[in-house]
């Protein structure tokens, strides 16, 4: 049984099965509507913005995740069939599903807005997926 601890000091503690459980206590806050957790220490922590709007990095990547399952899925069967049904062109769908072969640390890289400022979607589209090392 879990319990909620929220006064104190952090605590860790191992058991005989190798399983270590860490305690972190904390309040939550509500300010202006918006809930708010505050640690021992004084800091408080909020949730992102939800309301950000995502970046077209972010959106282009999105979608050739989403179009790539719709294909595997057996939704769509064709790129061809895919772009008429989205209303965009065939080589837009094929360069956003390319995205999909990124390496994981550009995928990282392009989710948590660290990607220089001079990355064009389209040169990371088009080109080659490059054996990841």
């Known amino acids: 049984m879990s319990t909620i601890k929220t006064t104190g000091e952090p605590d860790v503690m191992a058991d005989s099965t190798g399983r270590v459980t860490i305690t972190i206590p904390y309040n939550f806050r509500s300010r202006s509507g918006r809930k708010l957790v505050q640690l021992p220490c004084g800091e408080t922590l909020t949730p992102k913005q939800l309301h950000e709007a995502p970046t077209p990095l972010k959106q282009a990547l999105v979608r050739g995740h989403r179009w790539l399952a719709m294909l595997e899925s057996g939704e769509v069967k064709t790129m061809r069939e895919l772009a008429a049904r989205e209303g965009v062109d065939n080589s837009y769908v094929s360069r956003m599903i390319n995205l999909t072969l990124l390496p994981p640390w550009t995928i990282a890289a392009i989710l ?20 990841w090392v």
């Open 112 to 131: 948590d807005d660290q990607m220089p400022d001079d990355t064009v979607l389209f040169e990371l589209a088009v080109e080659k997926a490059v054996v």
